[in-house]
């Protein structure tokens, strides 16, 4: 069976981009995939836990927030058995994110497509208002509107903001574009640190950059081939700090 891709839109003021952002498999594609229920961790934590990605640019510390407690215990639960150890930020766009969770991305040949893997579950959607898409957050790639109205998650794949820094006049335009208005915390990251404010509402936050935004910025830079695959690997490692 063809496997599905799973695409971010991002819709900005100027043009509309969109980012390949898969999870799925041949064994589980389409509406398949959005029926299934990702694992619970048995224990709720009630501290924000940490987690440390390594690569070869750096560390990467994030916290994962407890308002979104299925997208967190399950990257806890990936994260305890080694999911992410190995795998690529297999798709990079300057000024926008850093995208990785494909364990297809493992060992993979140079000019090899990524983005299409992940396990065989989906995770219901926590949207929290008050969690953004500034410089530096955590978020769940998923499919798109069309195929997945719910707008549940991949069951692995992730991407990191790294975005630009936008003009009050431009989130004015926006809020009018998309008929919402931005909080004055939104207002205040976007005109400072930055981020990408026409993904808010749309796909799941679970967490942010507290040591290491200067790695997502090396990383972001690198050279990239057609697909926005860096053309040196950049590989990963993940693990728990408390």
Not at 35 to 55: G, M
Not at 63 to 90: C, I, M, Q, S, W
Not at 160 to 175: K, Y
Request: hydrophobic share 35%; proline share 6%.
């Amino acid at each position: 069976m063809k496997k599905t891709p799973y695409t971010l839109f991002a819709a900005s003021l100027f043009s509309m981009i969109m980012l390949m952002a898969s999870c799925g498999n041949a064994r589980n594609t389409g509406s398949e995939q959005q029926s299934e229920q990702a694992p619970v961790a048995e224990t709720v934590q009630q501290s924000e836990q940490l987690v440390k990605i390594t690569t070869d640019f750096g560390e990467i510390v994030l916290k994962l927030y407890n308002e979104t407690p299925a997208h967190r215990d399950n990257f806890v639960k990936l994260v305890e058995e080694g999911f992410y150890d190995g795998t690529l930020f297999h798709r990079v766009i300057n000024a926008f994110m850093i995208q990785g969770g494909d364990p297809s991305s493992k060992n993979a040949q140079p000019g090899q497509p990524l983005g299409s893997g992940g396990p065989d579950y989906t995770i219901q959607a926590e949207i929290v208002p008050g969690l953004f898409h500034k410089k530096g957050a955590l978020a769940a790639a998923r499919l798109g509107d069309q195929a997945n109205p719910e707008r549940r998650s991949s069951g692995s794949q992730f991407y990191i903001v790294q975005g630009r820094v936008w003009t009050p006049e431009e989130l004015d335009r926006m809020e009018q574009q998309r008929g919402m208005a931005f909080s004055p915390e939104q207002r205040q990251a976007y005109t400072t640190i930055g981020g990408t404010p026409h993904l808010d509402a749309g796909y799941t936050v679970f967490g942010e950059v507290v040591e290491g935004l200067d790695v997502v910025d090396k990383i972001a830079a690198v050279q990239t081939a057609p697909g926005d695959r860096p053309v040196q690997d950049v590989a990963m490692k993940i693990e728990l700090l408390k």
